[in-house]
């Protein structure tokens, strides 16, 4: 029985062993598919889209204030900024008392960027309202330079927002950038559009990058799945199958024993395998950040152990290993109670 069970165990791991040769090799076969921001130049840059966000500015809710011995009237406030309009600019909205109200606009500005490499979207908000339902090309021109700045030395890729990535040569990729200056807030977003190479479906971060239909090696196809750091891995599936059947051998070989034992360790048998039980159904479920380390906040164990570098599935797979281990070492005549 023992040998069956070596035997299968054996070629259970093979796929292991097949996907850890695939994340070994990816630095040789991985081709480079980024969209660098150093491409875009602000002539490149189109304007889609101006919106204009309007609001209604009371004349009764303006306040008169005196600055450097200048009247000005503020009528509104963005973040903890003032929107102030001048004594001349004031006079020309509300000539008289019969002006009650106007109307005024937020400008938002849309731009975007396309090329075979990759293309950037940028949504662009003006700080400061216009009464008038226009805009000044200089100031498009002067977001297009900042849109530039701060794409430059950028790396695009469709990833996340919540957590850093790397890409296969160790560089940071983002996907979405934010810009705020004294004038201007707004966002940034921007991904790849080159073609993925002969073998680049296979590893960790092809969900990045455009995908093609082809035909792959089902094996292969297969295996690299079991990576747990790929879109839609079936690694926690397919280690949770063996886990699960550890616990049906440690109940079917030594329910006899379990009956035998004394109320207080046989507590303490039905507690470890339903803590257990937990963890290999938490840790089948966990689905980590693609190419992503971080530190768990489950447990100070897992904090301690987070600083050695090993991620939330490795920490998982040790705390469920060690249990397994003290059960099958408590059955075996190791005095635990």
């Not at 309007?54 to 406030?77: A, H, L």
């Not at 005024?104 to 090329?115: G, L, N, Q, V």
């Not at 507590?267 to 470890?272: A, D, G, K, P, V």
């Not at 152990?305 to 705390?319: E, H, T, W, Y």
Request: aromatic share 16%.
């Amino acid at each position: 029985m023992n040998q069956y069970c070596i035997f299968i165990g054996i070629i259970y791991m093979i796929p292991f062993l097949i996907m850890i040769g695939i994340s070994i090799s990816r630095k040789r076969l991985e081709t480079d598919r980024n969209f660098y921001g150093n491409e875009i130049q602000p002539e490149n840059i189109e304007l889609t889209n101006v919106k204009y966000n309007s609001f209604e500015v009371q004349r009764d809710e303006i306040k008169k204030i005196t600055e450097m011995g200048k009247i000005k009237y503020v009528y509104g406030y963005f973040e903890d900024e003032q929107v102030i309009l001048s004594e001349k600019e004031y006079l020309k909205y509300f000539p008289d008392s019969n002006v009650k109200a106007m109307i005024a606009y937020y400008i938002t500005f849309e731009f975007d960027y396309h090329s075979n490499n990759g293309e950037m979207h940028a949504e662009i908000d003006l700080m400061k309202p216009s009464f008038e339902k226009m805009y000044d090309a200089k100031n498009v021109e002067e977001i297009k330079n900042i849109i530039c700045n701060e794409c430059k030395n950028k790396i695009f890729a469709y990833v996340g927002e919540c957590f850093k990535y790397k890409d296969f040569k160790g560089r940071r990729v983002t996907h979405y950038l934010s810009i705020e200056t004294s004038e201007i807030e707004g966002k940034i977003t921007g991904k790849s559009n080159k073609k993925p190479g002969k073998y680049d479906w296979m590893f960790s971060d092809s969900s990045w990058y455009p995908e093609e239909i082809q035909k792959r090696n089902k094996i292969l196809a297969f295996c690299s799945y079991l990576n747990p750091y790929k879109e839609n891995s079936i690694f926690g599936t397919y280690v949770t199958i063996p886990f699960l059947g550890m616990l049906y051998f440690l109940y079917s070989n030594y329910h006899e024993t379990i009956a035998t034992m004394s109320v207080q360790n046989t507590y303490f048998i039905y507690f470890s395998l339903l803590i257990l039980a937990i963890l290999i159904f938490r840790f089948s479920i966990c689905v980590p950040p693609p190419n992503k380390s971080y530190v768990s906040h489950i447990s100070v164990i897992h904090k301690i152990v987070s600083g050695f570098g090993m991620d939330a599935q490795a920490i998982n797979l040790f705390i469920i290993i060690s249990l397994i281990y003290l059960i099958i070492s408590y059955f075996c005549g190791v005095s635990i109670l």
